[in-house]
């Protein structure tokens, strides 16, 4: 009985998107399953927006289309999933930009650090231009991205002292992405940067390995790391985005109904995504509080202080990298920065 409930509900939002006469049909959408890959535990907000893109695509569909989710590494790292989107063993994943720059080192833009200063200033980034061009990059690579959802600001833990002054990283030996941008930003604060997968940083911080690591609050607090941490300071050095990325072989396959079924769950879930990301990142602080971390803010003056240092690293990185993204990326920041 529920699930013939499930049905009825699924065949009248069908009918209210698709009106009489234009009703879908075997031929435009077929029945599917699509296996959603990514690293984060079931409590974090980009599952979250797995869920509702997972409703929004059974309802446009009709039922027709199922997505199954697959938290926490299950098919594999990052990396690993991309390689298996781009051979067509799996359908879709929400990696961070960051995981990328291999395939598309553009991509390294997103991850500049003290770019932006608030949410809607790295939504407007990610949504403009600049974000639509280095999507146009990724077919070439075997993939489709269809959005950015919010993964957040990025803050550093650490076991030794609170980061509240540019001083405070000297020394510090700290987990980062393997990517040259996060490498060189952080060398250039005097840290020792450490590059670890991601799988492997509770270990390490927990036999001490290294004495901290830099991820958004939401991504904190669902992997526990106040465990084995005890100072988090928002430094919020990167704002840090999920792409959703579907595998080029499969898209191919399916019928411009169903991409655009694809496309518009997509940015429909991203924003149920972002409201909810933003509200968790603010609640993840408190409840870091409350599980004995040390947090403190960083001033605006220091934050700027800290972006001096690490302009060096901008200039040299960017002056790399195509020079139509280069002057896009240029000309978008002076842009978002308006934005209150």
Not at 100 to 129: C, H, N, R, S, W
């Amino acid at each position: 009985m529920r699930h013939r409930f499930a049905e009825v509900c699924a065949l009248v939002l069908v009918f209210t998107m698709f009106p009489a006469g234009a009703s879908i049909s075997a031929e435009e959408v077929q029945r599917r399953t699509i296996r959603f890959g990514h690293l984060n535990n079931l409590d974090h907000p980009v599952s979250a927006g797995v869920k509702k893109f997972g409703e929004l695509v059974a309802a446009k569909s009709g039922g027709r289309i199922q997505v199954e989710e697959y938290p926490s590494n299950q098919l594999g790292t990052e990396q690993q999933q991309t390689q298996a989107l781009r051979g067509g063993t799996q359908e879709m994943q929400s990696p961070a930009t960051t995981s990328l720059v291999g395939l598309v080192k553009e991509l390294g833009v997103i991850d500049f650090p003290f770019a932006v200063d608030t949410y809607p200033q790295g939504f407007a980034l990610v949504d403009g231009p600049l974000g639509d061009a280095l999507i146009r990059r990724l077919p070439e690579k075997g993939l489709v991205a269809l959005a950015f959802w919010d993964l957040g600001f990025r803050n550093v833990t650490n076991n030794k002292r609170p980061v509240a002054r540019l001083e405070d990283f000297q020394g510090l030996k700290l987990r980062v992405i393997p990517n040259p941008v996060f490498m060189e930003t952080f060398k250039a604060l005097k840290a020792y940067p450490m590059p670890l997968s991601f799988r492997d940083l509770y270990t390490a911080l927990e036999i001490r390995a290294v004495d901290g690591q830099e991820n958004p609050f939401n991504v904190i607090r669902s992997n526990k790391l106040y465990e084995v941490q005890r100072f988090v300071s928002a430094t919020n050095h990167v704002y840090a985005s999920n792409i959703i990325l579907v595998s080029g072989i499969f898209w191919n396959k399916l019928s411009a109904t169903e991409q655009r079924i694809l496309r518009e769950a997509a940015l429909e879930a991203r924003d149920y995504q972002r409201k909810v990301s933003v509200a968790a990142a603010q609640s993840a602080v408190n409840d870091l509080k409350k599980a004995g971390m040390q947090y403190n803010d960083v001033t605006r003056d220091e934050q700027k202080r800290m972006r001096s240092a690490v302009q060096p690293v901008i200039d040299r990185l960017i002056s790399t990298y195509d020079p139509e993204i280069r002057d896009l990326y240029r000309s978008e920041i002076a842009r978002v920065l308006r934005i209150q």
